[in-house]
T-cell receptor
């Protein structure tokens, strides 16, 4: 069974601080996606990484796919209250299916 | 911008009652997914359709849950009878896979979800 464990589970920080969220698995994934979900809404795709070692930047967000394609990280620089939400990683497990991670709930305080 | 429509947004029911959720995916999307999400956790796949066919329903509790996508467009997820542990958000998503989209780098577009509370 493929599992994606995210850490930390909860994170509460002050505006302007930096943070990193981790997504780890014992399985290899051909690609991995990161989503953000706001309360009462569905997840929204932030990025897809497909190559081991790949780094993608989206404004203040930096995503990295591990060399072995078993793990990924999301780094946010100078967090803002608008970054508050549930962050989810999802690994492609074949047959057009993604397996979601356990989630990291982020709260950025003004 | 095209959206995945879900209804109802909220449903409160008593245990042992029947409940149904409806999803209308983005037009032309071949693949449709139903996920269940406990508050604060990651979504868990219940069932996946490719057009009107079920691709994966291995995590669907078939003694009480059923799902259909008769014409390969909209879909219904039913629970009968509902149990207290079924309280969760039920998310529908769709993607272009099966319509020429490449595997491994496709976008899942989610609806806003249907929140179920079983009393």
């Amino acid at each position: 069974t493929q599992l994606l464990e995210q850490s930390p589970q909860f994170l509460s920080i002050q505006e302007g601080e930096n943070l990193t969220v981790y997504c780890n698995s014992s399985s290899v994934f051909s690609s991995l996606q990161w989503y953000r979900q706001e309360p009462g809404e569905g997840p929204v795709l932030l990025v897809t990484v497909v190559t081991g070692g790949e780094v993608k930047k989206l404004k203040r967000l930096t995503f990295q796919f591990g060399d072995a394609r078993k793990d990924s990280s999301l780094h946010i620089t100078a967090a803002q209250p608008g970054d508050t939400g549930l962050y989810l990683c999802a690994g492609y497990s074949g047959t057009y299916k993604y397996i979601f991670g356990t989630g990291t709930r982020l709260k950025v305080l003004a | 911008e095209a959206e995945v429509a879900q209804s109802p947004r909220y449903k409160i029911t008593e245990k042992s009652q029947a409940v149904a959720f409806w999803c209308d995916p983005i037009s032309g999307h071949a693949t449709l997914y139903w996920y269940r999400q406990i508050l604060g956790q990651g979504p868990e796949l219940l069932v996946q359709f490719q057009d009107e066919s079920v691709v994966d329903d291995s995590q669907l509790p078939k003694d009480r849950f059923s799902a259909e996508r008769l014409k390969g467009v909209d879909s219904t997820l039913k629970i009968q009878p509902a149990e207290l542990g079924d309280s969760a958000m039920y998310l529908c998503a769709s993607s272009l896979w099966g319509r020429g989209g490449s595997s491994g780098a496709n976008v899942l577009t989610f609806g806003a979800g249907s929140r179920l509370t079983v009393l």
